[in-house]
């Protein structure tokens, strides 16, 4: 699975847009984006998976760029509740009984 | 309904002791994990069990053994328990055509 960089942690203020960027230039042709969240003493969350299309769900979207090298996840109207660590994820489906490698993750705090 | 339940949360232990993780889904999910989690954060997959056959093993001591007793079921028994087994311990489990693995609320083992 290609590698994922990440910023160690980020703020936004409540109700503003959080963008979250993800650097994955190693990706291969058949790699999807996934991005998945944990809140504080919680199991992580699935949030959206993409390939090369932008994708958007009751959540987030998804900004993948036209060379897939990077991502950037957006939270459109953050709540303190979106307080958490956000983790980037790329790998094939279907690849390795789909094990999830964890990198650091960015840690946002959603400020009143 | 909770989805992937896990018991006990909460489990403190004495070094040498034997214990045991009990995970359930209720989404008929085939395949199922267990992943740890240090005290630095760093989310790693162990086991991943598929209609109860063992098809991931991560370079995990013997001295933890998962047991499928069905494909509902992923239970996580731990011998002679030591200080670096502290962690708190997450089940995920993912349908077989699927890209989103749902995580359990995690047990937290201390181990004094």
């Known amino acids: 699975d290609a590698k994922t960089t990440q910023p160690t942690s980020m703020d936004c203020a409540e109700g503003r847009a959080a963008n979250l960027p993800c650097n994955h230039s190693t990706i291969s042709g058949n790699e999807y984006v996934y991005w998945y969240r944990q809140i504080h003493s919680q199991g992580p969350q699935y949030i959206i998976h993409g390939l090369k299309n932008n994708e958007t769900n009751e959540m987030a979207s998804l900004i993948i760029t036209e060379d897939r090298k990077s991502s950037t996840l957006i939270l459109p109207h953050a709540t303190l509740r979106d307080t958490a660590v956000y983790y980037c994820i790329v790998r094939r489906p279907g690849q390795g009984a789909q094990k999830l490698v964890f990198g650091q993750g960015t840690r946002l705090t959603i400020n009143p | 309904d909770t989805a992937v339940s896990q018991t006990p949360k909460y489990l403190v232990t004495q070094m040498g002791n034997d214990k045991s993780i009990k995970c359930e889904q209720n989404?008929?999910?085939?395949?199922m994990y267990w992943y740890k989690q240090d005290s630095k954060k760093f989310l790693k997959i162990m086991f991943s069990?598929?209609?109860?056959?063992?098809?991931i093993n991560e370079t995990v001591p013997n001295r933890f053994s998962p047991k499928s007793p069905d494909k509902a079921h992923l239970n996580l028994h731990i011998n002679s328990l030591e200080l670096g087994d502290s962690a708190v311990y997450f089940c995920a489990s993912l349908k077989a055509e699927g890209n989103e693995q749902f995580f359990g609320p995690g047990t937290r083992l201390t181990v004094l």
């Open positions: 989404l008929g999910h085939d395949t």
């Open positions: 069990y598929n209609n109860k056959e063992l098809i």
